[in-house]
């Protein structure tokens, strides 16, 4: 197995790694396999064709708020999409064509994509969509040092740490 920059073995990796000592336990899990969708709608602007249905369940969250997954589905249509944050998705079910800057991409059940935040895009759903999707937001680090210590002192006073 190897590290993100898929050049170095993580055996060698994991000298450099820094040890942080949680206070409890912080693995959060989640399943591909729910069902139990709620209703995000699209934006009415965005749709272009049909009325794609669009359903989605939040699985898990780091503590940040950063980074964060879960499934989304969607009933046939097409439709403009503009990212919010960086999305890395995989495709569970089905298939959808999405189109940017002149280029056309066919994503079925197995295939990744990952879009950049700001992008936009025109997906086309022929049927059915089911993906599991990635979300990164990036924001200011000093806002986020300063969040952190803030909640910190707060969870401290309140003698939750």
């Known amino acids: ?11 060698q990796a994991g000298g450099n790694l820094k ?20 209703s995000t709608p699209l934006d009415p602007s965005w749709i272009m064709e049909g009325t794609p249905a669009a359903r989605s369940i939040p699985l898990l969250r780091a503590e940040d708020g950063n980074f964060s997954c879960g499934l989304w589905d969607c009933q046939a249509g ?31 059940a197995g295939d990744v994509a990952l879009f950049p935040e700001g992008l936009v895009t025109y997906w086309t759903v022929p049927k059915y969509v089911r993906k599991f999707a990635i979300f990164r937001s990036v924001r200011e680090p000093l806002i986020d040092r300063v969040y952190m210590k803030l909640k910190k002192k707060l969870l401290k006073a309140l003698g939750k740490k």
Do not use: W
Request: proline residues 5%.
């Open 1 to 11: 197995m190897t590290n993100s920059n898929f050049e170095t073995p993580l055996s």
């Open 78 to 108: 097409k439709f403009k999409f503009i990212y919010s944050c960086d999305e890395l998705v995989h495709i569970l079910e089905g298939e959808v064509i999405v189109e940017e800057n002149g280029a056309v991409y066919t994503l079925r």
């Open 19 to 38: 040890i942080i000592n949680f206070p409890g336990p912080v693995i959060q899990t989640g399943s591909t396999t729910r069902i139990d969708f709620g």
